[in-house]
């Protein structure tokens, strides 16, 4: 059975930071690529980041570059989000998932792309 399972999530004053985790089983990780997606109330899911587990390419939206990394541990199938200098706008459920790009790792945001999702992490920062 495949499985993501988010974690990390919590409250946190704007300026402070959170490392989100995502721990996948019942697929082969390595060759995988792995998204981090949000959702706010009333807004549609957006991408945040993603890496691809075979070379290590990383992408990240506008909003969060330069604040937020993205790095994966192969030998634990996991996936972290390290998100600094947070924002109240960046509250959110917090959500990863799982696809298979190859080559076309520029479609990284497109929600379709994805075959697999985990049931997300709350992620709230106060002003």
């Known amino acids: 059975e495949v499985q993501l399972v988010e974690s990390g999530g919590g409250l946190v004053q704007a300026g402070g930071s959170l490392r989100l985790s995502c721990a996948a089983s019942?697929?082969?990780?390595?060759?995988?690529?792995i998204g981090w997606f949000r959702q706010a109330p009333g807004k549609e899911r957006e991408g945040v980041s993603y890496?691809?587990?075979?070379?290590?390419?990383?992408y990240y939206a506008d909003s969060v570059k330069g604040r937020f990394t993205i790095s994966s541990d192969n030998a634990k199938n996991t996936v972290y989000l390290q998100m600094n200098s947070l924002k109240p706008e960046d509250t959110a459920v917090y959500y990863c998932?799982?696809?298979?790009?190859?080559?076309?790792?520029?479609?990284?945001?497109?929600?379709?792309?994805?075959?697999?999702w985990g049931k997300g992490t709350q992620v709230t920062v106060s002003s």
């Open positions: 019942g697929f082969t990780f390595d060759g995988s690529g």
């Open positions: 998932a799982a696809t298979w790009l190859y080559d076309y790792d520029a479609q990284w945001s497109e929600i379709y792309e994805y075959d697999y």
């Open positions: 890496i691809s587990t075979s070379h290590g390419s990383t």
